[in-house]
């Protein structure tokens, strides 16, 4: 994607990512943070008041299950995924996971957009 290296930051807490946002960038804090949905969803659970994600967002993005041409697989396992990502069990394990008082459930859910691209930045 030709990102210039030297740019990237890597951290190792919720808590040091909030400080990273928190410091402008010429003092080595950072404007955006690409991150997978689970540490995400951690970070906001606990710092919603301050941050927001932009949708969409895509459960199984990056990640993808392969079989052989003509398995009779294919159709049984897809039918699952859906219903394990789509269905109330899902929400359930997210509510278990991650938690989210009603406060922050105003502050992420009111925000979005599906114009914003890696070439916004």
């Given at each position: 994607m030709k990102f210039?290296?030297?740019k990237l930051v890597i951290y190792e807490s919720?808590?040091?990512?909030?400080?990273?946002?928190?410091?402008?960038s010429s003092?080595?804090?950072?404007?955006?943070?690409?991150?997978e949905i689970p540490y995400m969803k951690l970070f906001l659970a606990k710092y919603c008041s301050k941050y927001t994600a932009v949708q969409?967002?895509?459960?199984?993005?990056?990640f993808g299950f392969v079989f052989p041409k003509r398995s009779p697989?294919?159709?049984?396992?897809?039918?699952?995924?859906?219903n394990v990502t789509e269905g109330a069990k899902m929400v359930q394990?997210?509510?278990a996971w991650f938690g989210q008082?009603?406060?922050c459930l105003e502050l992420t859910g009111s925000i979005s957009s599906n114009s914003i691209s890696l070439n916004s930045f």
């Open positions: 210039d290296e030297t919720p808590e040091e990512l909030d400080e990273l946002f928190s410091n402008r003092d080595g804090g950072i404007a955006a943070a690409f991150e969409p967002t895509y459960k199984f993005d990056g697989l294919i159709p049984d396992v897809s039918m699952q995924v859906l394990f997210e509510k008082t009603p406060s």
